[in-house]
């Protein structure tokens, strides 16, 4: 096998993800998953694994921030019609995470890693405008480094066997995970009462997933690189008191951002009138400086706008978050 100068496998089949001699089939001691609140990726399909070393674990005592054994590999795979890019994640030895692009050909029949600085509009017929952007690997820093943990989709509350959506078919839950041995310390009330977004309505669950998978990597109240006092980012440890915290840092709190239309200074999100919530005039926007997320989409996530919409609707006006 072939490696760049950081140690990362020039081909995709050299990182561990398929089976010696069967083309491109999935190794059987790799763990397929999906998290209930996925990343919006304009619409590509996605497929994950995740790999832990014979005889590692997991480290769950802190179940908002798991402890990933060196050794442990993620893979992400994107697809418009056709495999473009799968995206790799390990841990080494030392501790330290590396990050990955690897772009497919044409005819799938191999992925070469991207250079370091990423490629921009490859060509991509499925995709939006016909053109797909590969990530440099500071982006992917961006991303997972903001988190609590490194790795992102893989925890209590995205593989929650409570789900707002459906697992694949092969797809490892944490009930399995237990069965399994490949967790310990996981807090046992995590099994017997699987975890659940606090919320006042299936509509505000789902909201609040979406803005936890979506966003909740940047802002959260761990270190958050973002550079607002946002929240974001669910806790499992704390249920109610987490939504809480997400309602106070947004509902009705001046955002720093400017509108266009010079109307001032706008709430984050303003109860019963999204129209006047910063949010989700960030979200709608695909204008480079002021888009969110600011990385990893050509275009709007139209579904995604609606259900921001239909939950800040629903808001009470009169109604402040509890202290």
């Not at 089976?19 to 990726?41: C, E, K, M, V």
């Not at 249920?239 to 309602?247: C, K, P, V, Y």
């Not at 006047?276 to 979200?283: A, F, G, T, Y």
């Amino acid at each position: 096998a072939a490696f760049d100068e950081s140690g990362l496998p020039v081909h995709l089949r050299d990182t561990g993800l398929y089976a010696d001699g069967h083309g491109l089939q999935i190794r059987p001691n790799i763990i397929a998953f999906t998290p209930q609140y996925p990343l919006w990726s304009d619409g590509a399909s996605k497929r994950r694994w995740l790999y832990l070393p014979p005889g590692a674990q997991i480290d769950a005592r802190d179940a908002d921030a798991w402890e990933f054994p060196p050794g442990t590999k993620l893979w992400k795979e994107f697809a418009h019609d056709r495999a473009i890019e799968t995206r790799y994640i390990e841990r080494r030895l030392d501790g330290s995470w590396h990050y990955a692009t690897y772009v497919w050909n044409a005819d799938g029949s191999d992925a070469l890693l991207v250079p370091a600085r990423g490629l921009r509009g490859i060509p991509a017929a499925a995709a939006p405008g016909g053109q797909y952007d590969l990530p440099a690997r500071v982006d992917c820093l961006a991303c997972h480094e903001g988190a609590a943990v490194p790795v992102l989709g893989f925890s209590a509350l995205q593989l929650s066997t409570a789900r707002d959506a459906a697992p694949g078919l092969n797809d490892v839950d944490l009930r399995g995970l237990v069965a399994r041995g490949l967790i310990r310390n996981l807090p046992p009330e995590l099994l017997d009462r699987p975890p659940v977004i606090a919320a006042a309505s299936a509509t505000e669950r789902a909201a609040l997933g979406y803005l936890h998978g979506n966003c909740g990597h940047c802002h959260n109240d761990n270190g958050s690189p973002a550079p607002v006092a946002l929240v974001l980012a669910q806790s499992v440890t704390d249920g109610a008191a987490s939504t809480q915290r997400i309602l106070r840092s947004a509902l009705n709190v001046a955002g720093r951002f400017r509108p266009a239309t010079g109307s001032g200074v706008q709430p984050i999100i303003k109860p019963a009138r999204p129209d006047e919530s910063v949010l989700l005039q960030r979200m709608r926007s695909r204008h480079a400086a002021t888009q969110m997320p600011p990385l990893g989409t050509r275009t709007v996530d139209m579904e995604g706008v609606a259900l921001i919409t239909s939950w800040i609707s629903q808001l009470n006006p009169q109604k402040e978050p509890s202290q």
